[in-house]
């Protein structure tokens, strides 16, 4: 079953511009994760919150948490054309060394 | 540093024929390994995962198999591919729990 639903499902913007996809969950969790992953290739991990956690930078990434609303944002500041690919969340519920899946956010990044 | 090599990239198969995909790491030991699919457009779905040599749980009935016969091996297996078979396959490894995981480049399965 699909835990994590990106939004939204597409993005198109400006290079240079900051890019804010949002991921939604339905059950309790342990951490939530972000990856990257570019056209036909594999994913790359990005990020890794931890539910007592409400926000983490990385660089260029800022990702916070909100347990309340179960929902979790990534935002990209100052993007570039390399930024475009899809972007994934995924939930640990402590559930058998899984993680749930989203459908992805594709990003794309106009020069 | 560790890597993950999966392969082969491409794979275009006729129904019916039989079919493998390999998965090596390199660098680590005891990882958790995991086989995922990808339809085009969508998220992951898992397959199989591992926490050991031979122990393989499967998470989708479905005719693939995996089998795990070395510690940084794991390997993806159907007798028959149905044309519903086809995707892209997705080799991860990781460490401990459901944490961050590294993953392969991907092999697309086209199934004719």
């Known amino acids: 079953s699909q835990q994590g639903e990106e939004d939204p499902q597409a993005l198109s913007i400006q290079e240079g511009e900051n890019a804010t996809m949002n991921c939604s969950y339905k059950?309790?969790?342990?951490?939530l994760q972000w990856y990257r992953q570019n056209s036909g290739r594999g994913l790359v991990h990005l990020i890794l919150?931890?539910?007592n956690e409400r926000e983490k930078h990385s660089g260029r990434l800022r990702v916070t948490l909100d347990t309340s609303k179960k929902s979790s944002s990534l935002l990209i500041t100052a993007s570039r054309a390399a930024d475009t690919a899809s972007y994934f969340c995924a939930t640990d519920v402590g559930s058998n060394y899984q993680l749930i899946w989203g459908a992805g956010t594709k990003l794309i990044i106009k020069p | 540093s560790q890597t993950i090599h999966q392969w082969p990239a491409t794979l275009v198969q006729p129904v019916g024929s039989p079919l493998s995909l390999e998965c090596t790491v390199e660098g680590t030991s005891n990882p958790n390994l995991y086989w995922y699919r990808q339809a085009a457009g969508r998220g992951l779905q898992l397959l199989f995962y591992?926490?050991?040599?031979?122990?393989i749980s499967s998470e989708v009935p479905q005719n693939l198999s995996a089998s795990r016969p070395q510690d940084r091996q794991f390997i993806l297996s159907s007798k028959k591919l149905l044309l519903s078979d086809s995707g892209f396959y997705l080799c991860?490894?990781?460490?401990?729990?459901?944490?961050?995981?590294?993953f392969g480049e991907g092999s697309r399965l086209t199934v004719l």
């Open positions: 591992s926490v050991g040599i031979g122990q």
């Open positions: 991860a490894w990781g460490q401990g729990g459901a944490g961050e995981l590294f």
């Open positions: 919150i931890r539910s």
């Open positions: 059950t309790s969790i342990n951490n």
